[in-house]
DNA sequence: AGGTTATCTGAACATTTGTTCAGTATCAAA
DNA sequence: TTTGATACTGAACAAATGTTCAGATAACCT
């Protein structure tokens, strides 16, 4: 056997993404083999050195696109409204955005020691310009006098860690609603940046 | 050879578990080998087993520790005061307490998916009676009218999550001190729940 | 229809994995 | 000083690991 019929780069391509990244999330990085991630998509293993040169650049290539699209997601809502409105904004986006990529987010925070030297700074950089977005709404919220914050790099950090929690606990269909959820994390963050 | 001199299970038991936590932190178990461990400890592998059944038991052991050692440290300092200064209590030792065992922490929260169900569900009993005693507190100042709270489950994990978060960024010696880091923290949680 | 390119198989490779165990050296007590 | 328990070695095991590659089949283009 070979080449299977309807076989196509641009079909399995995505589709490698996708299980490793389930099976990544799932179980670890290095507690996945490629034979695992092979079979998930129904291929023999060696099928996979198609479409990446190595392993990690498997989990590198997640990494990285997840903190594209959530940079590029940003700037498509990125207010440029007043303070207060904007970090609303950013709250609900941040809850919202990471809900819907539970496993990439899982990926993002976990993996990272799994990567190469030079991998992991790009990916810290990317991270980064992302709390700096969060942090050039509090700065312009304290400079504005609607914000009463002693270190906004340390309030960003707070508030980040605090709306990724939701990914930890919440699931579809449970206790509370997604924008019971947002309102009431909403609620917090104003309060605890004492607008 | 064999028995090496001076060897005593009380000196070798203690230093396998601590060079497991290292490890395990560092680059994750499923990517630490058991003759990693020995190694660091200074022994062969074959050793190891002398002091656990297999590498799952290494890990819930640390794992199981770390929390049993998280509640009764906080049964020592929980305080039977007004919901507010139980509050302030709370966010400080949790700090704390988290920044001075950083690696069983960071365990704690990423290697839970390495454990057998039966394992898993121990340790997750263990981490809900810790959330527990934060939202006794919360429950007693809504109770007391001093929190307004719209959901005392949802603030108890965004709460944790924010606090906990100070391991992915403090270091010993940085930018701020950790009594600044405790006390604008509590400003933070405080406002967050009305008081 | 025929030739070229794209896609995948299946076997192979050297390493490494967790774990077991018979043997041996050290320790502690009598 | 002898004896039994304690703590370790070193070799061995089958299974699994990431990765490579020659060969084979399907899809596409002319």
Redesign the interface.
Known sequence: MARKTGSHSEITGPRIRAEAQRLFA??????VSMRQIAAAVGVQAGALYLYTPDKEALLFDLLKSHMEELLSAWAEVAPRTEPLAALETFVRFHIRFNLTRAEAVFLSY??L??LSPGNFAVIEGLRRAYETELEKILIAGRAAGVFAL??TK??T??????L??VN??YREGGR?SLDT?EA??W???R????A
Not at 191 to 194: D, E, L, R
Request: glycine share 8%; charged share 15%.
């Open positions: 799932r179980h670890g990085f290095a507690a976990m993996e020691r799994n002693p270190d340390l309030a950090l707070a508030i980040i860690a605090m990724t929690g930890t606990w509370l959820v009431t994390y609620d917090m963050v309060k605890a940046v004492g």
